[in-house]
């Protein structure tokens, strides 16, 4: 597995275009509404996602706009415009982030608690009745009282073993890592991996973004993308082997450009029908992709460069994969206050096409801001692929989403 070097970055951000898409849609103004800055949190998170009877769901913190004893709250809406309240996770604040995914009916959610516990959480969803039923919810362990878990995310594997990995924080010491958990399909018992991923140590003070983890099933094994400031790292091990099996060597995808952005250390994963797998992240300013072959195991020799100059007018900082059918992948990100989605065919190097820009002119300046924005789609969407993007009020105290939703299929007047 090759190293990913920073000369090379350099040399392929030189032959950089940013060509303006044709295809503009005003987004619209949604009814969801917080007070927390992490409404809907992390790239490497995932917290929209489609039922079969193409309705959508997104699990939000609402902060306190929520009540009192919760912030993360089950929502679903026919139109992606007007959402209505399903159920709500306890021990739950504005700091909460989680990470969902959806198999047939089965919603399984980890979640960051107020009490410094992560927590695994599963409800049903029954399409006759357009409803949910009330999540069952266990702890996942954690090390003992002095040590935090946060910023989680999970994966199940072929054999049935739920894989949940966070960041450890360790408040005797001021060491923060990211550890991981398996429970075991058979037996229902939790066990420790026995190790950290990337450095446990003092580096990055707690709470900080710059560090997570994205888990991801392999056909014969697992792996995981993971950041430790501006540093992605990608491991993996096979299937077989107790929770505690060595994982392989840790191999650098992107060295990273040590910068203000918090989100750019982020990043995005998703798996094609062909088990080859695609990770985004944005790096001073440059939108990558990177691809893992599904028959080779091996990565591109440098990240595929999509989008950006490195000036301030593209902004490409916060972006989402997702998953467009048999042989098309697609990108959500923020391309300055808009939104744009690009398209490619998931074979290796494909051309990324831009097919689709949200904008919001209608919006009044004065009232909102969309300098921070946060873009969230589906990994695995339908026929119609929603985009939100967070924007808020001028002076910061509130939070809203708005929509626009996207047809798969061939560019729709771009002409990058």
């Not at 026919?78 to 959402?83: F, K, Q, Y």
């Not at 973004?209 to 993971?226: C, E, Q």
């Not at 992605?232 to 952005?261: F, S, V």
């Amino acid at each position: 597995m090759k190293l990913h070097l920073q000369a090379l970055l350099s040399t392929v951000a030189l032959a950089a275009v940013l060509v303006a898409p044709a295809h503009a849609v005003e987004v619209t103004q949604t009814n969801i509404l917080s007070d927390a800055d992490r409404l809907v949190s992390y790239r490497h998170q995932r917290h929209l996602f489609v039922t079969a009877d193409g309705r959508q769901h997104l699990l939000a913190n609402l902060g306190t706009q929520g009540g009192a004893k919760a912030a993360l709250f089950l929502r679903s809406s026919a139109d992606g415009l007007v959402w209505t309240a399903q159920h709500k996770l306890g021990y739950t604040d504005s700091n909460s982030v989680s990470d969902v995914a959806l198999v047939g009916n089965l919603l399984t959610v980890v979640y960051q608690g107020s009490d410094g516990f992560v927590r695994l959480a599963t409800a049903t969803y029954d399409p006759a009745s357009l409803s949910w039923s009330s999540f069952t919810v266990e702890k996942v362990p954690r090390a003992g009282r002095t040590f935090t878990a946060v910023n989680p995310s999970f994966t199940v594997d072929a054999n049935g073993n739920t894989w949940v990995a966070y960041v450890q924080e360790d408040s005797s010491t001021g060491n923060a890592g990211i550890v991981l958990y398996r429970k075991s399909a058979s037996k229902g018992t939790w066990a420790s991996a026995q190790q950290f991923f990337g450095a446990n140590d003092s580096t990055y003070p707690f709470g900080a973004d710059k560090r997570s983890a994205r888990l991801v099933t392999l056909p014969s094994g697992i792996g995981m993308l993971y950041s430790v400031g501006p540093t992605i790292y990608w491991q993996e091990r096979p299937l077989k082997g107790g929770a505690d099996l060595a994982w392989g060597a840790a191999a650098t995808l992107l060295p990273g450009t040590p910068d203000k952005d918090l989100m750019s250390s982020h990043f995005s994963t998703v798996v094609d029908a062909a088990g080859n797998l695609f990770a985004a992240f944005t790096d001073n300013g440059l939108l990558y992709v990177d691809r893992r072959d599904a028959t080779t195991g091996q990565w591109y020799a440098a990240p595929q460069l999509v989008l950006g100059t490195g000036s301030s007018s593209a902004k490409p900082t916060y972006a989402q994969l997702m998953s467009l059918g048999s042989d098309r992948i697609g990108i959500a990100t923020n391309v300055g206050y808009n939104i744009w989605v690009l398209q490619a065919k998931t074979t290796a190097n494909a051309g990324w096409k831009c097919t689709d820009q949200g904008t919001h002119a209608s919006f009044d300046p004065t009232l909102y801001s969309f300098e921070h924005p946060r873009v969230e789609a589906p990994a695995f969407p339908g026929a119609t692929v929603p985009v939100l993007q967070q924007f808020t009020s001028a002076d910061g105290s509130l939070q809203y989403a708005a929509t626009f939703s996207v047809t798969p299929g061939a560019p729709t007047g771009c002409s990058n």
